[in-house]
């Protein structure tokens, strides 16, 4: 089944506990994303990659890393989480970006993080 | 820069009733792509549709349908005979190249409340 996973779905953590949270994706897709989702806001991106070891930010990067170094995964990574970070997290991918835009972004099922 | 507009925060219909969510974007570009994505009570999100700029027929699958008018830059989407399972936030998003590569951009969302 075609399908894009990340682990854990629920994690609640502490201030300054680093964390990473997995996404992969079984399509052969190029691009991945990450994008956060908070009440009144609605998703906003944080990082994505347009292929292997190709990642750029998003809308709001600040406190999060990433990595692409294979084209199924695209971990996100809390180094110092703060509370400010909790919120419901998805990832998302896509064949490509270069299409100009044509090509669906699918999404993951979400992870919720809290950070205590 | 683009923007999606969603005006309807949240709207609450009584099962079999026809309800219209409504979405107005913005952009300069004469190609972009319009997107509907629904993010049921269990959270995840399932994309519904995919419009582009050059294509303004309507579309319609079941008991949903599409309305795509570029001259007011609208692209409602109207449930039919609602049910309670429709019950969900739905957000409207744009993608438009940007630099040789597209961005999605959300619509904060409308939440629809279907009683039974």
């Known amino acids: 089944e075609a399908q894009v996973t990340q682990n854990p779905r629920y994690l609640i953590t502490v201030t300054g506990k680093k964390l990473t949270v997995t996404c992969s994706q079984n399509?052969?897709?190029?691009?991945m994303s990450w994008y956060r989702q908070d009440p009144g806001l609605g998703l906003r991106q944080i990082y994505y990659?347009?292929?292997?070891?190709?990642?750029d930010k998003g809308d709001v990067p600040e406190g999060y890393k990433v990595s692409r170094k294979e084209k199924r995964n695209f971990p996100l990574i809390l180094e110092s989480p703060s509370p400010n970070q909790t919120s419901l997290y998805f990832c998302?991918?896509?064949?490509?970006?270069?299409?100009?835009?044509?090509?669906?972004?699918?999404f993951g099922p979400g992870t919720r993080l809290t950070v205590l | 820069a683009q923007k999606v507009t969603q005006a309807q925060t949240e709207i609450s219909v009584v099962e079999k009733e026809d309800v219209t969510l409504d979405c107005v974007y913005e952009?300069?570009?004469?190609?972009?792509?319009l997107f509907w994505y629904k993010q049921p009570p269990s959270g995840e999100l399932v994309f519904l549709i995919r419009?582009?700029?050059?294509?303004?027929q309507n579309e319609i699958s079941g008991r949903y349908s599409w309305n795509f008018q570029k001259s007011t830059s609208s692209f409602n989407f109207t449930i039919t005979a609602s049910q309670v399972v429709d019950s969900a936030v739905y957000f409207c998003?744009?993608?438009?190249?940007?630099?040789?590569?597209?961005?999605?951009?959300f619509g904060k969302g409308t939440m629809l409340l279907v009683s039974p």
């Open positions: 990659s347009m292929n292997v070891e190709v990642t």
């Open positions: 998003a744009l993608s438009e190249r940007n630099s040789g590569y597209s961005t999605l951009t």
């Open positions: 419009r582009n700029s050059f294509d303004e």
């Open positions: 952009t300069r570009d004469t190609t972009y792509y």
């Open positions: 998302a991918s896509s064949l490509s970006q270069r299409a100009g835009g044509k090509d669906t972004q699918y």
């Open positions: 399509m052969n897709h190029e691009y």
